[in-house]
């Protein structure tokens, strides 16, 4: 079993920069893939970014050139780097691991979700 713990969320204003952290415990951590999704009131959860176990990458084209995904595998955490923050960020931010299924956008296809950590961006 693998649990996920996220932090670093918090308010900030517009234009500022955020960074998420998603530590995981439980092994073969660097074999899997990882995800970040968030949910903003009112609305379904949405696929933000994600990195696989080789270190490949890929972005939601409304964060692309505005957040980078990493993982530290020897600290089994991966982060969430956020730059220029809009108001249209906020909300909660999930670290998901391990996919199953062939759509990482897809939240049915990750095994192991955190607890989320709230970001609010003001105007």
């Known amino acids: 079993q693998v649990q996920l713990v996220e932090s670093g969320g918090g308010l900030v204003q517009a234009g500022d920069s955020l960074r998420l952290s998603c530590a995981a415990s439980?092994?073969?951590?660097?074999?899997?893939?990882l995800a970040w999704f968030r949910q903003a009131p009112g609305k379904e959860h949405e696929f933000v970014a994600t990195?696989?176990?080789?270190?490949?990458?890929y972005y939601a084209n409304y964060v692309k050139g505005r957040f980078t995904i990493s993982r530290d595998n020897s600290k089994n955490t991966v982060y969430l780097l956020m730059n220029s923050l809009e108001p249209e960020d906020t909300g909660v931010y999930s670290c998901a691991g391990a996919l199953t299924g062939p759509d990482y956008t897809k939240e049915a296809y990750w095994r192991y979700w955190g607890q989320g950590t709230q970001v609010t961006v003001s105007s």
């Open positions: 439980g092994r073969n951590f660097e074999t899997f893939g």
């Open positions: 990195i696989n176990s080789g270190g490949m990458t």
